[in-house]
């Protein structure tokens, strides 16, 4: 594939607002998760909640697209001069030429959870102030956005397990490639929400501390919500040395399990190795993986196989999952700008928490942050019923 320019980008998480913030966290080793009190619900489990969003106001114009969800987007975008930049290539290509491709997975079910606590008692009907298209629906974030950016191009909410927003990227460049569109917004937003917490605790996949990837006692996730957006466009001829690239995308369904990996990892070996090739690279051109790494025993184990199948046990490796939570259908792009910014700082973050690795998983996990020189890096973004995700992000230089 041809290289796609990451104009510009930002993310908001519990980490903090905007890259700086982010990357000052992780140059720390901050982890940015708490004891869940979401919502007053007190579940045995940490969460990676973004603080304040309720004094998050959209403008008053698009109040009906007013919820938890539409609030991160809208503080997200407000940073690292995403909006602005949004805009201006709107002025350059036209409204009709930038796309919108944001992934997400429960959108603003939190609205409908809060409408149902306020049902009539004797009807049982909703408020009639929920508006559901605008809020609840999966398409209300990407339509928010396409009024609040002043956009008219092809747009699409992609809902793909917790691969969605790094899917979101494939399909941008389908777009681009067919030259349907000259520029995109992609992304992801996923905010916490009841059903979420409860039906992954249901599940058992929680941990009742932070999770800890790769950890030998590691035994469940951390919830955790963010917004993180990229504005993409071909990359021109001359580009600053350090400015990031998406270099090559990688996309399988093994279609195993509706939650559970592929014991072998093969769906994400696919994924991978697809990415390489769209890359046109070889594995040892790889320098980092960000990994999913979300803190299950199956999922770290199915993942370290494949990585070292591919890869060898030598290649750096890590989850930032430890840090900003699993954002579920935000991941894949909150990820993906991590990965764009340990390449402007050549770091390697290390997987907070983990303090004993597990000696039966073979990729070369790090726990500590390293600094060296950085060139190529992949993110992995694999999600439930094998929807699998790979990206490639590396220097213009």
Known sequence: MRALWLRAF?????????????????????????????????????????????????????????????????????????????????????????????????????????????????????????????????FSIVDYLAHRCGLEGPRAAI???????????????????????????????????LTTLYGFHSLQLCAPEPCRPFDRARNGISIGEAAAFALIERAPASLDADAPLLLGIGESSDAHHMSAPHPEGRGALRAMQAALESAALEAAAIDYINLHGTGTPSNDRAESQAVTRLFGPTVPCSSTKAATGHTLGAAGALEAVICALALRAQLMPGGVHTRHLDPALTAHYLCANRRRPLERVMSNAFGFGGMNCSLVLGRAA
């Not at 905007?18 to 000052?24: E, F, I, S, V, Y």
């Open 159 to 193: 809902s793909a397990a917790c691969a969605s927003s790094a899917k979101a990227f494939s399909s941008a460049r389908r777009l681009l490639e067919a030259d349907l569109i000259d520029a995109a917004l992609v992304g992801g937003v996923d905010s916490l929400c």
């Open 10 to 138: 930002t993310a908001t998480s519990c980490l903090g607002r905007g890259c700086a913030a982010t990357l000052a966290a992780l140059e720390a080793g901050r982890s940015g998760l708490a004891a869940c009190d979401f919502e007053g619900e007190r579940l045995p489990t940490y969460v990676g909640a973004v603080p304040h969003l309720d004094t998050v106001r959209v403008p008053a114009p698009l109040a009906r697209f007013d919820a938890r969800n539409t609030r991160l987007a809208e503080h997200a975008l407000g940073a690292d001069g995403l909006l602005e930049a949004v805009r201006a290539a709107a002025g350059r290509h036209g409204a009709r030429r930038v796309g919108i491709f944001i992934g997400t997975s429960t959108s603003g079910i939190l609205e409908t959870e809060r409408a149902y606590r306020r049902r009539d008692p004797l009807t049982g009907e909703l408020p009639a102030e929920l508006d559901y298209a605008g809020t609840h629906n999966a």
